[in-house]
Nanobody, 128 residues
Framework: QVQLVESGGGLVQAGGSLRLSCVAS????????VGWFRQAPGKERDIVAA????????YYADSVRGRFTISRDNAKNTVLLQMNSLKPEDTAVYYC?????????????????????WGQGTQVTVSS
């Protein structure tokens, strides 16, 4: 099992930046694909970005591609989401999720249904 703890959320003006962190417990974090999701009030929880176990494969939602960057440091059991040029529509609770995968799986996991470990979420609010 793995436990996930997100941090780094907050209030920022439009055009600003935030960096979210997801720190995992356990010694086998490098065996997990990780994704960042977000959920605004009254909306579905949607994928924002995902990264493969090795970090060699990434996925971005169209709405954030070019503005957000996902990265990971397996030695530190950490996945980061750097968010630049933030917009009011980026306001949501951001969740980190993980799924144990085979070393043969080189790509990221982009489907919410495929993740079985979730953090508690961190609020991101972008003011206009």
């Amino acid at each position: 099992q793995v436990q996930l703890v997100e941090s780094g959320g907050g209030l920022v003006q439009a055009g600003g930046s935030l960096r979210l962190s997801c720190v995992a417990s356990g010694r086998t974090f490098s065996s997990y694909a990780v994704g960042w999701f977000r959920q605004a009030p009254g909306k579905e929880r949607d994928i924002v970005a995902a990264i493969s176990w090795s970090g060699g494969g990434t996925y971005y939602a169209d709405s954030v591609r070019g503005r957000f960057t996902i990265s990971r440091d397996n030695a530190k059991n950490t996945v980061l989401l750097q968010m630049n040029s933030l917009k009011p529509e980026d306001t949501a609770v951001y969740y980190c999720a993980a799924r144990r995968v085979s070393s043969m799986q080189r790509g990221p996991v982009a489907s919410r249904a495929d993740y079985n470990y979730w953090g508690q979420g961190t609020q991101v609010t972008v003011s206009s």
